[in-house]
């Protein structure tokens, strides 16, 4: 081959290479190459590096000679996701000799950045973890090159991702919650923690961060969820054991003037006492609500009220206002109301018994009125000490005539399974884009609230309960509050006020909420930056908690309320199912309910 063909060859073939990789050779590269720094960016970046380090040596309590920072890193890391270290698996992290790293390990130890626990009576293995004080060391430490960050490179803080991070003005040290830190010690209960919870998204949260929770208590945790009526039925069922099953019991509110009028619950008095334990951070009504008898018998880990969910985005396009009386929500159910296209007015609860009886309540209550004759005080109606003629049901009242009429007058806008719609049903209703609205509580919103895939995702509005005749804006309360079983046996029950203290704090509540709840009992958690940019819900109940909308005596924790209440279910069904008019069903409602509370003698 000549020279001139050579030359004509290799060209030929560079053409081929540039048609296969019309970049070069950049184009074999798994990532894109970077452009080189300028002089004054390359100058900038050595003052990052100089400050970083100059910052890491002054924030964290590192001693020269250990690679403490890996080690720190490691303990920190499993801490966070709920793993177990333990002094050999820190040691291999360490990248040093065993020996070397057990000292480093030591030195740790002994300045109280690391706790170092017995996992077995005997004390011969041990677990590692961070103390509050090396959380503390990393949050404080975390800010500080977080502002760094920004400052060097110029990061905008108004970023749209999920959770801001705000770089050059760090949150108030007041607002942000720090993870939850381990026991000291861990509790002193034979075969575990046993935990009966309900079936929600924030139990949920729980039971999949239980290795974690495990972690912090030192002991495995044994769950068991159930269903709202099972739920009770299982805690009714434990108290009659001679020693209770469960150390922890999940109640739902309404339920603890039943069971602490049973002797089914240990009193909590004593330990908050002792503790000087502070409940100014919850809602006052779920703390009002986990009281009997002057008593304190719960301690909340969810507040849940229920509300009025629209679709912004429907209402809007159709040229409708959202509704807050009674007679403007029927008049939107109805514009809005699609069979043709299978698209409804609105979901709610009117399946027989306890979800039917619950709307009942709580639509008598928007006409002004509780379903037992409470005395009236000023904002609602007092439960705490109700006794006598004020258990007595209302069931032949104008309010609940009305609420009848009310819920005759939305069954017509409402989809075609209505009567065997419930809690968990209705909400998925309105996730799944079937209804323009729907009552809901927010303990099931994540189903619309953290679902990209729901049409009501980022276009849902949330109202209280619509107002009827001589009623005013309110939104009842739900929610559950952990508690101990009276039957227990008495050596488990230090240990399992222990675990209920820290169940229901303000980091695990956190945690919860990042974990896909989003509900919480605390003031504290719902300031939370982290938790308040999820979803603009929890800041709209943290206003309702703070304006006293909130409000629990539509359903009352007072005793045999939950008899009332599916004496209610039971027999106004009979009115949506068209076999009784309203006028009957009531009258016998009240006649069932009367002998109920004259039997077991309350008036």
């Known amino acids: 081959m000549n020279l001139s063909s050579r030359f004509i060859a290799e060209a030929g073939m560079k053409d081929q290479l540039h048609e296969l990789h019309p970049e070069g050779p950049y184009d074999e590269l798994s990532e894109p190459p970077m452009p080189k720094l300028t002089s004054t960016e390359f100058a900038r970046f050595l003052d990052f590096i100089e400050k970083f380090e100059d910052t890491t040596e002054q924030s964290l309590s590192m001693t020269q000679g ?34 070397t ?17 017995p996992r077995t009576k005997s004390g011969k293995t041990v677990s590692l973890h961070p103390s509050h004080a090396m959380i503390e060391e990393w949050e404080n430490y975390a800010k500080r090159i977080k502002a760094l960050l920004g400052d060097t490179f110029g990061l905008n803080p108004k970023s749209d991702s999920t959770i801001q991070i705000i770089l050059d003005e760090p949150y108030q040290s007041s607002d942000v919650i720090s993870p939850p830190a381990v026991l000291s010690q861990r509790l002193d209960l034979k075969g575990g923690l046993r935990v009966l919870m309900h079936a929600d998204p924030t139990f ?90 002057g008593k304190q018998y719960g301690i909340p880990v969810q507040t849940t009220p229920e509300l009025l969910c629209y679709r912004k985005d429907i209402l809007e396009s159709a040229g409708l206002s959202p509704p807050s009386t009674t007679e403007q ?54 439960f705490e000490d109700a006794k006598g003629d004020q258990l007595r049901p209302m069931f032949l009242t104008d309010a609940a005539f009305r609420a009848c009429e009310y819920m005759l007058d939305i069954l017509k806008y409402s989809p075609p399974n209505i009567l065997q719609m419930s809690w968990y049903e209705r909400a998925r209703s309105y996730a799944a884009g079937e209804v323009s609205m729907a009552y809901c509580y927010t303990s099931l919103a994540p189903l619309f609230e953290l679902n990209k895939n729901s049409p009501a995702w980022q276009q849902t509005g949330y109202l209280p309960h619509t107002v009827g005749n001589h009623g005013r804006p309110v939104v009842p309360i739900g929610g559950y509050a952990l508690a101990i079983p009276a039957n227990l046996s008495e050596e488990r029950v230090e240990a399992a006020w222990a675990a209920l203290r820290h169940l229901t704090c303000r980091s695990m509540s956190k945690l919860y909420i990042l974990n896909g709840s989003l509900v919480t009992s605390r003031f504290s958690v719902s300031r939370d930056p982290e938790v308040s940019s999820l979803s603009p819900l929890i800041g709209e109940v943290d206003k309702m908690a703070r304006e006293g909308i909130l409000q629990a005596w539509p359903r009352p924790p007072v005793a045999d309320i939950t008899s009332i209440i599916d004496i209610a279910g039971q027999e106004i069904f009979e009115v949506l199912a068209g076999r009784r008019s309203i006028k009957k069903a009531l009258s016998i409602a009240q006649d069932r309910a009367d002998r109920v509370m004259r039997d077991r003698g309350y008036y």
């Open 66 to 99: 250990y690679r403490e920072l890996r080690m720190m890193i490691h303990v920190m890391r499993n801490h966070l996701a709920g793993r177990l270290t333990t002094p050999t698996s820190l040691a291999d992290a360490s990248g040093l000799s065993y020996g």
């Open 101 to 117: 790293a057990k000292r480093g390990i030591e030195s740790i130890i002994k300045r109280g950045l690391i706790l170092s626990r």
């Open 204 to 293: 949920m949260a729980m039971h999949n961060l239980k290795r974690q929770l495990e972690a912090i208590f030192g002991v495995d945790i044994k769950n068991k969820a159930k269903s709202i009526d099972s739920l009770r039925e299982e805690i009714l069922s434990n108290s009659r054991f001679s020693h209770s099953h469960y150390d922890i019991v999940t109640c739902n509110l309404p339920w603890f003037g039943e069971l602490a009028s049973q002797n089914m619950l240990l009193p909590l008095d004593a330990f908050i006492d002792r503790e000087s334990y502070n409940l100014s951070d919850f809602h006052s009504e779920a703390i009002h609500s986990a009281r009997y008898a």
């Open 329 to 382: 929500l029927t008049r939107v159910a109805r514009a809005l109301h699609n069979p043709g296209k299978r698209f409804y007015g609105i979901a709610w609860n009117a399946a027989r018994g306890t979800p039917l009886g619950h709307t009942f309540a709580f639509l008598m209550a928007k006409f002004g009125q509780p379903i037992i004759n409470l005395q009236r005080i000023e904002g609602g109606y007092a």
